[in-house]
């Protein structure tokens, strides 16, 4: 969900179109009428009716701003040709100005009708796909494209990128998804940093992970002299600095504590550099509490890490942190080198104190095409909906936290297949039915855990919610559990 290896990153790019809805996410081959994609996309001819004109009857009046008229015909000009844009402007012509009030009731009811005939339309579009009505999903995917914009309401933004998964399944015709599609060019590792320090702080998901992760950790090993943690993904190690502290304030003194990272490639572009900019800040900050402290880089890919990677020594307490990064390795049912379980049974002959695990309780790992699309769309529907309280709709940087921290994970879900689709999330339930193989056993997570998470959640909207079911956390958006946590030993 948060992180995306490198060759997803470039998997496709945004166009921008000069209009009022912006446009996104155009596959590379359908500007050639030899492709597959090209089909899909000019295949429908926008027609100018009564009925499509309506839409237009709101910008009428006094109320309406001339800049907004000019918008709207520069988008009427880009989607249907200069031609056809004196025949929707005669019949616009035709109407009485209507009063303000009028207008504005008239236009939030048919935004409230689209924003349902938009989830409906979505759904039977994949639905088409899934039993291979090509003209049905062709046709679908004309009507939808003037229905979704990255700038709208949350399902209109969420419909943007699914819209473009969509696209890009269809196009893809048995070849892979990344030559179908054009490279996404990539923002500068300053920016692409500010963007994920942004969801970060207006979302409590990764705080939930992590707090709950350190919370296991902190109880584990309260009585432990010499501590070594392994985190799995490590990220820009933001999560190590409110653990270090905690023991610095520990009674009778802190542990000596080692930490070994394992480094993943969007975290190193965000960040400008290697693990050594990980290490030295969290040395740093150990040394001004006084704590012992030693770190230890891996810069290898999480699935092929060894044993002697580690450097696990004798004498040492052994911790390991899964925070969202297990659902990008390949299962059984894409590789008979099945990483996801490999992983787990390496982890358990190192004999660890304990373990955490944080991932997001969506089922889209060996899911088909269509109950997928489905998945995802209710999932990140509700993801959308906790930014949109929290982030203004007229944020500048809004589109680019969704276009670069989010809407990749979503169009590799829906678009691809095999080892191209890397993100591949599992409900609670299977992981535990994968660390009980492994060989593990639960560790409950402690009351102050629970408790320290529901204050956090005081600073949020109080439509999110905390639940504890057996042994476990699940964060979720008012019906929806979006993020799980838990700890084996």
């Given at each position: 969900?948060?992180?995306?290896?490198?060759?997803?990153?470039?998997?496709?790019?945004?166009?921008?179109?000069?209009?009022?809805?912006?446009?996104?996410?155009?596959?590379?081959?359908?500007?050639?009428?030899?492709?597959?994609?090209?089909?899909?996309?000019?295949?429908?001819?926008?027609?100018?009716?009564?009925?499509?004109?309506?839409?237009?009857?709101?910008?009428?009046?006094?109320?309406?701003?001339?800049?907004?008229?000019?918008?709207?015909?520069?988008?009427?000009?880009?989607?249907?040709?200069?031609?056809?844009?004196?025949?929707?402007?005669?019949?616009?012509?035709?109407?009485?100005?209507?009063?303000?009030?009028?207008?504005?009731?008239?236009?939030?009811?048919?935004?409230?009708?689209?924003?349902?005939?938009?989830?409906?339309?979505?759904?039977?579009?994949?639905?088409?796909?899934?039993?291979?009505?090509?003209?049905?999903?062709?046709?679908?995917?004309?009507?939808?494209?003037?229905?979704?914009?990255?700038?709208?309401?949350?399902?209109?933004?969420?419909?943007?990128?699914?819209?473009?998964?969509?696209?890009?399944?269809?196009?893809?015709?048995?070849?892979?998804?990344?030559?179908?599609?054009?490279?996404?060019?990539?923002?500068?590792?300053?920016?692409?940093?500010?963007?994920?320090?942004?969801?970060?702080?207006?979302?409590?998901?990764?705080?939930?992970?992590?707090?709950?992760?350190?919370?296991?950790?902190?109880?584990?090993?309260?009585?432990?002299?010499?501590?070594?943690?392994?985190?799995f993904q490590i990220g820009q190690g933001s999560q190590w600095v409110t653990l270090i502290q905690a023991f610095a304030a520990r009674p009778g003194g802190p542990p000596r504590i080692r930490i070994t990272g394992i480094d993943d490639t969007t975290s190193a572009y965000a960040r400008g550099g290697g693990l050594s900019i990980v290490g030295n800040r969290l040395a740093k900050l150990?040394?001004?509490?006084?704590?012992?402290?030693?770190?230890?880089?891996?810069?290898?890919?999480?699935?092929?890490?060894?044993?002697?990677?580690?450097?696990?020594?004798?004498?040492?307490?052994?911790?390991?942190?899964?925070?969202?990064?297990?659902?990008?390795?390949?299962?059984?049912?894409?590789?008979?080198?099945?990483?996801?379980?490999?992983?787990?049974?390496?982890?358990?002959?190192?004999?660890?104190?304990?373990?955490?695990?944080?991932?997001?309780?969506?089922?889209?790992?060996?899911?088909?095409?269509?109950?997928?699309?489905?998945?995802?769309?209710?999932?990140?529907?509700?993801?959308?909906?906790?930014?949109?309280?929290?982030?203004?709709?007229?944020?500048?940087?809004?589109?680019?936290?969704?276009?670069?921290?989010?809407?990749?994970?979503?169009?590799?879900?829906?678009?691809?297949?095999?080892?191209?689709?890397?993100?591949?999330?599992?409900?609670?339930?299977?992981?535990?039915?994968?660390?009980?193989?492994?060989?593990?056993?639960?560790?409950?997570?402690?009351?102050?855990?629970?408790?320290?998470?529901?204050?956090?959640?005081?600073?949020?909207?109080?439509?999110?919610?905390?639940?504890?079911?057996?042994?476990?956390?699940?964060?979720?958006?008012?019906?929806?559990?979006?993020?799980?946590?838990?700890?084996?030993?």
């Amino acid at each position: 969900m948060y992180k995306h290896p490198r060759q997803e990153i470039e998997a496709y790019r945004y166009v921008p179109v000069h209009n009022s809805r912006k446009r996104y996410c155009t596959p590379e081959s359908s500007s050639s009428p030899d492709s597959p994609a090209y089909e899909v996309i000019s295949n429908a001819t926008v027609l100018v009716s009564h009925n499509n004109s309506a839409a237009y009857d709101d910008t009428s009046g006094s109320c309406v701003t001339d800049d907004f008229n000019d918008k709207i015909k520069e988008l009427e000009t880009v989607m249907m040709g200069p031609d056809s844009l004196d025949l929707v402007l005669d019949y616009n012509d035709s109407f009485d100005s209507t009063s303000c009030q009028e207008t504005n009731s008239w236009r939030s009811t048919l935004e409230a009708v689209s924003r349902r005939d938009l989830r409906a339309d979505l759904v039977s579009c994949a639905k088409a796909m899934s039993e291979n009505d090509l003209m049905m999903a062709r046709s679908m995917m004309e009507k939808l494209r003037l229905m979704v914009s990255v700038s709208g309401e949350p399902i209109e933004r969420l419909g943007a990128y699914l819209l473009e998964g969509l696209v890009a399944q269809l196009a893809s015709s048995g070849s892979s998804i990344y030559k179908a599609l054009n490279k996404c060019p990539e923002p500068a590792s300053t920016e692409l940093l500010s963007y994920m320090h942004i969801l970060y702080e207006v979302c409590p998901y990764f705080k939930f992970g992590y707090m709950s992760a350190n919370g296991a950790i902190a109880e584990a090993m309260k009585e432990e002299n010499r501590v070594h943690i392994i985190d799995f993904q490590i990220g820009q190690g933001s999560q190590w600095v409110t653990l270090i502290q905690a023991f610095a304030a520990r009674p009778g003194g802190p542990p000596r504590i080692r930490i070994t990272g394992i480094d993943d490639t969007t975290s190193a572009y965000a960040r400008g550099g290697g693990l050594s900019i990980v290490g030295n800040r969290l040395a740093k900050l150990a040394k001004q509490f006084n704590v012992p402290f030693e770190f230890n880089s891996v810069s290898v890919s999480v699935s092929e890490v060894k044993p002697k990677n580690l450097g696990v020594r004798p004498g040492e307490a052994l911790a390991v942190n899964f925070a969202f990064v297990l659902h990008h390795m390949p299962d059984e049912s894409v590789s008979t080198e099945n990483h996801r379980d490999r992983l787990l049974r390496m982890v358990k002959s190192l004999s660890p104190k304990v373990v955490t695990l944080v991932e997001q309780e969506s089922n889209t790992n060996t899911a088909a095409f269509f109950p997928r699309f489905k998945e995802t769309m209710d999932y990140y529907d509700a993801m959308f909906e906790s930014i949109d309280v929290t982030l203004p709709r007229n944020h500048k940087q809004r589109i680019n936290v969704e276009q670069h921290c989010l809407a990749r994970d979503v169009v590799n879900i829906i678009a691809c297949e095999g080892a191209d689709r890397v993100e591949r999330h599992e409900l609670l339930g299977k992981w535990r039915s994968r660390f009980g193989m492994a060989g593990f056993t639960s560790y409950p997570l402690s009351p102050l855990v629970n408790s320290t998470i529901r204050s956090l959640l005081r600073n949020y909207s109080d439509k999110y919610r905390l639940e504890e079911r057996d042994g476990a956390l699940y964060l979720g958006w008012m019906k929806r559990d979006l993020v799980a946590s838990c700890a084996w030993k």
